[in-house]
Nanobody, 118 residues
C-alpha cells in the first residue's frame, strides 16, 4: 500500500509564503500524475494544481500565478510553493497520486494544515 506524507503546513499572515512537500512511500513506482487539493472549513474539497509524469502543469484559477508545483528530485515527490497567501487559502491541503491515467486508482495523503491570518 502506497502512503503519501505531506509536510510544510503552518500559519502565516496575509501575503506570506509556505512550501508544502509530499513524498510517496514507494520510490520505485512512477505515478501518472500527482496533485494538490485543499479543503477549507465548511467547504468541499477543491483542486489546487497538478503535474503529470511528463511535466504538464495545471492550476485552479484561484491560485494561478501565486502557487507553483514542482516535482522533487525523486519523481514520487511533489512540492507546492505558495506565495502571496490570503485568508481564503486557509485549509487542509492534501496530496494525491494518480496511478493510472483514467483515475481509477489513486492514493491520498493525510493532509497538512495551512492557516492564513489577516
Amino acid at each position: 500500500q502506497v502512503q503519501l506524507v505531506e509536510s510544510g503546513g503552518g500559519s502565516v499572515q496575509t501575503g506570506g509564503s509556505l512550501r508544502l512537500y509530499c513524498a510517496a512511500s514507494e520510490r520505485v513506482r512512477v505515478f501518472n500524475a500527482m496533485a494538490w487539493y485543499r479543503q477549507s472549513p465548511g467547504q468541499a474539497t477543491e483542486f489546487v494544481g497538478r503535474v503529470t509524469d511528463d511535466g504538464a502543469l495545471s492550476y485552479a484559477p484561484a491560485v494561478k500565478g501565486r502557487f507553483t508545483i514542482t516535482r522533487g528530485n525523486v519523481k514520487t515527490t511533489i512540492l507546492l510553493y505558495m506565495n502571496n497567501l490570503n485568508t481564503e487559502d486557509t485549509g487542509t491541503y492534501y496530496c494525491k497520486a494518480e496511478v493510472t491515467a483514467d483515475g481509477s486508482q489513486t492514493y491520498w495523503g493525510q493532509g497538512t494544515q495551512v492557516t492564513v491570518s489577516s
